[in-house]
C-alpha cells in the first residue's frame, strides 16, 4: 500500500476568510496586497473559473472578477493559527510529517497502519478531523512517492482524495502534460516542446542522450527519473527553520528616508513577534531593499548576542539602511533573521534594560493574541 502521504488546504487563505465570514461561502473570494502592486496570494475555488489565481497582478485579478467578488487584505496571524491546529493533528497521526507551507505537508504512515489501519483509513481520519476540528476542508494524495502523492493531491483538488496503487503510477503519469513534472518551467518546457515532448509518457520514452543534450545531464537526469517515478527522498519531520522575516512592497516608491525607517519599525515588529512565537533568537539581521527599476540589494549585520527582540532588530536595520542610498526610489523592504538557535531562559535578558523591552513585546504579542494583530501597532519616534 502507498505510504506517502501530501496533505493540502485547499485555497487555504480564502477558506480561512470563508470560515470567519459565513457570508462569504459560495463567492469568489481574492486575498493578497489591496494596492496597486498588490498580488494574489489565494483565491476560492469560486474566484478561479474567472481566471484569477495565486501571483497574479491584483489589478489584473480586480479587471477579471465578477460583480460578487470580495478583495481581503491578508491576515497572517489568523492564517498561522489555523495551521498550528491543522499540523498538531497531522503529528497526532505520525511524528513523520514535514512542512511544506502553512498549509501543506508531506506524511510518512509507514510505521502507523498496524494501530490505525491502511492509508485509506488513515486519509479518511485526517480529512475528518480537519474539517471536524479546524472547519477547513483537506486534499490527499497517497502514492510510493513523495513526487506522486504531491500531484496526487493536486489532482483530487478540491476536496478529494486520490491514492496511486503500486504497480499503477506510470499509468497515471503517462498522459499528464509535462509541465506537472517538478522543475518544467517555461524555458524547460520551450526545450521539451521542441523534442516534440508534450506529456510525461513522451519523455519517459525519450532517447536519454537526446534528453541530455537539450537540457544538460543533471535537469535531464532529474526529469527522467521523476517521469519514471523514481524519487527516493524521504520526509524528514520538523525540518530546521533557516530564517525568519517579513518585506512589503510599497504602492508607490518610497523616496523618504524618514518614512523608510517607519516602515522598518514595522517589519521589524513583525519579524520580532515571528521569532518570540517560534522560541527563537537570532544574530545575523539582513536587510533587504528593491528599487522601481527592480535592482535588489541586500546588506548585513552579525550581533555578538542573539536577540529576538524587534527594537534590537529595528537598530540593526536602520543602521543598514544608513548605508543604502534611498535617491531612486524604494519599491519594496524586507527585513530576515538567520543563523537562529533556540531560545536560553538563563542568558536571555543580561540587563535591565532588555528585561523591560522584552517583557513590554512579549506584554504586546499576548494582547495581539487576545485582540487581533490590528490591536497594537509600533509608534513612529520623534
Not at 487555504?12 to 486575498?31: C, H, K, M, T
Not at 465578477?66 to 497572517?76: E, G, L, M, N, S
Not at 492509508?119 to 477547513?136: A, N, Q, S, W, Y
Not at 489532482?155 to 496511486?164: F, Q
Amino acid at each position: 500500500m502507498p505510504s506517502m502521504l501530501h496533505v493540502d488546504i485547499d485555497a487555504f487563505y480564502a477558506s480561512v476568510e470563508q470560515l470567519d465570514a459565513p457570508e462569504l461561502v459560495g463567492r469568489p473570494v481574492i486575498v493578497g496586497g489591496l494596492g496597486p502592486r498588490g498580488v494574489v496570494a489565494a483565491a476560492s475555488y469560486e474566484a478561479r473559473p474567472f481566471g484569477i489565481h495565486s501571483a497574479l497582478p491584483m489589478a489584473r485579478a480586480r479587471r477579471l472578477a465578477p460583480p460578487d467578488a470580495v478583495f481581503c487584505a491578508p491576515r497572517f496571524e489568523r492564517y498561522q493559527e489555523q495551521s498550528r491546529k491543522v499540523m498538531a493533528i497531522l503529528r497526532s497521526i505520525t511524528p513523520f510529517v514535514e512542512p511544506l507551507a502553512s498549509d501543506e505537508a508531506f506524511l510518512d504512515v509507514s510505521g502507523v497502519t498496524k494501530s490505525q489501519g491502511p492509508p485509506p483509513v488513515v486519509v479518511g481520519e485526517i480529512r475528518r478531523r480537519v474539517r471536524d476540528e479546524t472547519g477547513l476542508t483537506a486534499s490527499v494524495g497517497a502514492a510510493t512517492t513523495m513526487f506522486l502523492a504531491k500531484l496526487a493531491s493536486e489532482l483530487a483538488k478540491p476536496d478529494g482524495v486520490l491514492i496511486v496503487e503500486p504497480g499503477t503510477e506510470l499509468d497515471l503519469l503517462r498522459p499528464l502534460d509535462i509541465r506537472r513534472l517538478w522543475g518544467v518551467g517555461p524555458a524547460t518546457h520551450a526545450k521539451l516542446e521542441r523534442l516534440g515532448v508534450g506529456t510525461i509518457g513522451e519523455l519517459a520514452a525519450l532517447d536519454r542522450e537526446a534528453l541530455t543534450r537539450a537540457l544538460g545531464p543533471h535537469r535531464a537526469e532529474h526529469l527522467f527519473a521523476l517521469a519514471h517515478n523514481r524519487d527516493d527522498r524521504e520526509v524528514v519531520p520538523d525540518r530546521e527553520v533557516k530564517s525568519i522575516g517579513h518585506e512589503e512592497t510599497f504602492p508607490r516608491d518610497l523616496h523618504d528616508r524618514r518614512r523608510l525607517e517607519h516602515e522598518l519599525m514595522r517589519l521589524a515588529d513583525r519579524v520580532g513577534s515571528r521569532l518570540r512565537r517560534a522560541a527563537k533568537t537570532g544574530r545575523t539581521v539582513r536587510l533587504k531593499v528593491r528599487y522601481g527599476n527592480f535592482r535588489t540589494i541586500s546588506r548585513s549585520r552579525t550581533r555578538r548576542d542573539p536577540t529576538d527582540l524587534s527594537s534590537e532588530i529595528a537598530t540593526e536595520a536602520r543602521a543598514l539602511l544608513d548605508s543604502v542610498d534611498v535617491g531612486d526610489g524604494v519599491r519594496l523592504l524586507g527585513i530576515s533573521v538567520t543563523q537562529l538557535g533556540a531560545l536560553e531562559l538563563q542568558s536571555e535578558l543580561p540587563f535591565d534594560g532588555n528585561r523591560q523591552r522584552s517583557a513590554l513585546e512579549r506584554t504586546v504579542d499576548a494582547v495581539r493574541e487576545r485582540f487581533g494583530p490590528d490591536a497594537v501597532h509600533p509608534g513612529a519616534e520623534p
